[in-house]
């Protein structure tokens, strides 16, 4: 399998996309002015105690309070009556106007505030450090025993000397030598070090530490020996990405390229027209069938329809073979959606029992790739799926659009943000193949205003890159997403 990680840097956006054999699987975005908060580490305030919830609301300083529920509050036993599986009240657990060390797990969603969490991990290439945890756990995605018994036997060598934390193996350290793990430890044992240091010094409500930008996540996280290369189109952010590299994985240094090709990377490989398929929500399958998404608060629904397949035997096989196309087609959009909760899926009713299993075996084996965890419940008699997907950042809808004023929120049109960033792309698109000497935008008022004003550096920015004047025009009958962008 040809797997690849483009990397595409615009002012105030970063985005990647995991390419596998020439198809779009997933995106990942981050804004300068709303970065994810999910394993960031702040010296909270606990504002309100509900022992009816057995949670509290904890103040991290953000727009919404954040929540913690006594669940998600690590014990330290101190002695063997401590240390029974007994559940404590919220109230014994916390006090309010008490402040605790907490870390992000999810990133506020809809109306929610984050998730929170007592019992701090902190991520490396190769380990997991949980410094409040015990013990070795290995990842399941490595599945040979005999590396796993390694793994685990390097680790707990090195612990010997001490038993203060816990390690979770990831699934890169597959074939990591002894050497790599250590200086693993010994980065995560100095970075808890300074933690714990700017803990003891950080006042109420502050933010303690935060996670790696986008571009080195993705190194971090999905880089592996699987992967044929990472393309990036920032010299910049290249020049950060191969410092890190060779700090923490030398050996993959030589995968990182620098794009430097006049059309977008993103247009090379059709990742913003894949992006614009995933904002809609019919999807269509190439057998003419196609499927409908629905995403709510509450769950997500996604229907199943033969469309124009008419099939060439009977209706059973018809149905079969939409299904089977339709499954594998739900696994990769749930990845490039990024949709995550209870998921519901109504496929067309099969009256075959093995017909029933080889499609929720074909769910499964496209979602055993997917990176975020999921749990699928088998086929009921109605025809329906259930299944989870954990969720922790939003979904690529939520992140790129807001609900229709227009139409009160029964559907999305695109922000104003997102149609500016549109404009940037457009105007360095314009700038890589033709030759002006001025550019006019023209756009709706509430795009207009916030060119001229929270987006005025980057304009700013981009005149001196391309060396020509942008005048700027309102179109008060525009759609809210609608742009053009002409050459004078």
């Not at 870390?103 to 410094?131: E, F, H």
């Not at 390097?154 to 193996?169: F, K, M, N, P």
């Not at 989870?388 to 695109?414: D, I, M, N």
């Amino acid at each position: 399998m040809r797997e690849e990680i483009l990397v595409n840097v615009t002012p105030r956006e970063v985005r990647a996309a995991i390419v596998e054999n020439g198809v779009v699987q997933e995106v990942l975005i981050e804004r300068a002015n709303r970065r994810g908060f999910i394993s960031n580490i702040y010296k909270g305030r606990v504002s309100r105690v509900l022992p009816g919830m057995q949670a509290a609301f904890v103040e991290l300083g953000l727009e919404r309070t954040a929540f913690l529920h006594a669940s998600d509050i690590g014990r330290i036993p101190h002695d063997e009556a401590d240390a029974d599986d007994t559940e404590l009240s919220i109230r014994e657990l916390v006090e309010e106007g008490s402040e605790i060390l907490v870390q992000v797990l999810k990133d506020p969603l809809g109306t929610k505030g984050a998730r929170l969490t007592t019992q701090v991990t902190i991520p490396s290439r190769n380990l997991v450090m949980m410094p409040f945890g015990s013990g070795v756990r290995v990842s399941a995605r490595i599945e040979d025993d005999a590396e796993r018994e390694r793994l685990r036997g390097i680790v707990e060598q090195l612990c010997e000397q001490d038993h203060s934390a816990g390690y979770i193996v990831r699934t890169a350290a597959e074939g990591a030598s002894v050497d790599a793990i250590r200086a693993d430890m010994q980065y995560l044992q100095k970075l808890w070090d300074a933690i714990e240091e700017a803990g003891r010094q950080a006042g109420p409500s502050e933010l303690i530490y935060d996670d790696l930008p986008l571009a080195l996540r993705v190194l971090r996280d999905l880089l592996s020996a699987e992967m044929e290369r990472v393309r990036v189109d920032s010299a910049a952010v290249f020049e950060s990405m191969m410092e890190f590299a060779e700090k923490f994985i030398p050996h993959m240094s030589p995968m990182i390229e620098q794009y430097t090709g006049d059309w977008p990377i993103f247009d090379v490989y059709s990742v913003d027209d894949e992006i614009q398929r995933a904002l809609q929500r019919e999807v269509p399958l190439k057998s003419g069938g196609y499927l409908i998404f629905d995403q709510t608060e509450a769950m997500t629904t996604i229907d199943v329809n033969t469309g124009a397949y008419v099939g060439h035997r009977n209706l059973e096989e018809t149905i079969f073979r939409t299904n089977l196309e339709a499954a594998v087609a739900i696994a990769r959009q749930l990845r490039l959606r990024n949709l995550g909760g209870i998921i519901i899926i109504d496929f067309i009713d099969m009256l075959e029992e093995a017909h029933r299993d080889q499609v929720l075996q074909a769910l499964s084996g496209r979602l055993a790739g997917d990176h975020a965890k999921t749990q699928i419940v088998e086929v009921s008699p109605l025809g329906l799926v259930e299944m989870t997907r954990k969720r922790t950042r939003e979904s690529l809808e939520h992140v790129l659009c807001q609900a229709c004023p227009s139409c009160e929120g029964r559907g999305y049109v695109k922000t104003a943000e997102t149609v500016c960033y549109e404009i940037f792309r457009e105007i360095l698109r314009q700038h890589g193949q033709f030759e002006f000497q001025e550019l006019l935008v023209l756009a709706r008022p509430g795009v207009i205003e916030r060119l001229l004003d929270e987006e005025s550096s980057c304009m700013a920015e981009l005149e001196e890159l391309t060396g020509v004047t942008i005048r700027l025009q309102s179109e008060s009958l525009y759609a809210p997403d609608q742009f053009d962008v002409v050459l004078v």
